[in-house]
Nanobody
């Protein structure tokens, strides 16, 4: 089992920045890729960014140039730096980890972009 706990969400003005963090615990030795997803009200969950254990990254088009995913394997954390935030970035952001047999999810953290 892997437990994921997100932090760093909150209210930010348009154009502002937030940094989300996800800490993994439990059977972490088998974690392969990690990712951030988001789900806005009334919309389906979508991938924001992913990173492999070796540091290869993948971003959704809306995240390219604004968001940066990073991972510290020794600390079992994955962060998402979000810049130039827009109201349409408002969503619950959830951390995801690919284990040896299952995918694991955190409970999510709410990001609200509003003036």
């Amino acid at each position: 089992q892997v437990q994921l706990v997100e932090s760093g969400g909150g209210l930010v003005q348009p154009g502002g920045s937030l940094r989300l963090s996800c800490a993994a615990s439990g059977s972490i030795s088998g974690i392969k890729s990690m990712a951030w997803y988001r789900q806005a009200p009334g919309k389906e969950r979508e991938l924001v960014a992913a990173i492999t254990r070796g540091g290869v990254t993948n971003y959704a088009d809306f995240a390219k140039g604004r968001f940066t995913i990073s991972r510290v394997n020794t600390k079992n954390t994955v962060d998402l730096q979000m810049n130039s935030l827009m109201p349409e970035d408002t969503a619950v952001y959830s951390c995801n980890a690919e284990g040896t047999m299952y995918y694991y999810w955190g409970k999510g953290t709410l990001v609200t972009v509003s003036s």
